[in-house]
């Protein structure tokens, strides 16, 4: 339940998803144990603990130790041990991923490398907001609308011809106030996309393509 683990209970369970925390470190149980269905203060090192988790009815586990790699490794031992269902395990270092492969865990992530590798294509595309790196050289990265695309339909600007991009879908953007008075930005996927649909100027752009091409579509319609 540190930033990671704890930051994905939390928006789990905003989704409306059920959710156990488990953490040996119990200040960081007492922060979170209210804002999520089930916490409990464990050390899943040891195999007795492990018999105390609800794993019978759970769906997904996820083990997102972020700071000892052997007490990751020895988690997800005893939790495929015991658990035959979905495991997602966090990988800390390339060794550390080389062991989660050898005990044949399919679904391994290195949340930091992922966030490096966006952050990397915000710096290196003008306009970037977010990117999802897919296999090879392609990505849908969501970009900040060029100036010159304002007003025109997806049809006008022949995307696909020009730049080898699709635009997948525009994000809305709508700002709201709380009772407070403080303004915050909403977010909403509008759609498919028809070649009639007119851009608007607060617009985001789900874009799909190599970098390349579609840093080139950016700056030539800046």
């Excluded at 009815?57 to 495929?80: H, M, Q, R």
């Amino acid at each position: 339940m540190g930033n990671f683990g704890g930051n994905l209970a939390l928006k789990l369970t905003e989704d409306g998803h059920e959710v156990f925390g488990v953490d040996k470190n119990e200040a960081k149980i007492d922060l979170i144990q209210r804002k999520i269905n089930h916490a409990i203060g464990l050390d899943t090192t040891e195999e007795s603990s492990i018999n105390h988790l609800p794993l019978e009815d759970t769906d997904i586990v996820v083990i997102a130790i972020g700071e000892n790699v052997g007490a990751s490794i020895t988690t997800t031992a005893l939790i495929k041990k015991h658990y035959g269902g979905r495991i997602i395990a966090r990988s800390l270092t390339p060794v550390h991923k080389t062991v989660l492969e050898a005990m044949q865990i399919e679904e391994i992530i290195e949340p930091e490398a992922e966030y490096a590798n966006e952050l990397a294509n915000r710096i290196m595309v003008k306009g970037a907001v977010k990117s999802m790196e897919l296999h090879g050289e392609y990505e849908i990265l969501e970009v900040k609308i060029p100036k010159k695309v304002v007003g025109k339909t997806l049809g006008d600007l022949d995307i696909k011809t020009k730049y080898k991009a699709h635009i997948i879908t525009v994000i809305k953007q709508s700002e709201d106030k709380n009772y407070l008075g403080s303004i915050s930005v909403s977010k909403q996927v509008y759609g498919i996309l028809h070649s009639v649909y007119q851009f608007e100027e607060d617009d985001l752009l789900l874009v799909f393509g190599t970098k390349k091409n579609i840093d080139k579509f950016i700056e030539e319609n800046a």
